[in-house]
């Protein structure tokens, strides 16, 4: 919720601030936002379609100009938020919310341009809407093509074991 805060992985910690502790420092984000170090996160596992190196706070975002996040050298999908809902909270009732979310947090031009989407976690992976941090997306329909070659071939491979021991 604040405005000018960062979380870093370990790797990144360790890297800008060797031997020492990371929190409280200041780093310098695109040579022009000064962001506050508040949290060390340890780093995320190497299968992890999430490997990230930096959290910057949303308040951060929204207090600066969209042109400034632009530049990241990395996917450009705007906002990328994660939510945990409460028990009891259907999905319909969050994203009843989003037009007035976009309405206090948007100017206009950006709000014509913009669409949020509220999708389940277990699906992130297979939906290929979503290019996910690792590019490593699998569409279930590929998964499921996979799976018919693959069981093909060993029908075929016991088709001709048969047929070679019984020439």
């Known amino acids: 919720s604040e405005p000018n805060v960062v979380a870093l992985s370990q790797t990144l910690a360790e890297k800008y601030f060797p031997g020492e502790s990371a929190v409280g420092r200041f780093l310098r984000l695109n040579k022009s936002i000064d962001l506050q170090v508040i949290a060390v996160l340890e780093d995320a596992p ?39 809902l409460e028990n009891g909270v259907t999905q319909e009732q969050v994203e009843a919310q989003f037009p007035d979310f976009v309405e206090k947090y948007w100017n206009k031009e950006h709000r014509e341009v913009t669409t949020y989407v509220l999708s389940p976690f277990k699906d992130y992976h297979f939906d290929q809407r979503f290019g996910n941090f690792g590019n490593r997306s699998a569409p279930k329909n590929l998964l499921i093509v ?9 029908v075929t491979a016991c088709f001709n074991f048969i ?5």
């Open 46 to 84: 190497v299968n992890s379609d999430f490997p990230f190196g930096l959290f910057v706070s949303m308040q951060t975002k929204i207090n600066r100009e969209p042109e400034e996040f632009k530049r990241w050298n990395s996917i450009y999908s705007d906002d990328v938020a994660f939510l945990l």
């Open 146 to 154: 996979y799976a018919i070659i693959g069981i093909f071939l060993i």
């Open 163 to 167: 047929n070679m021991s019984t020439a």
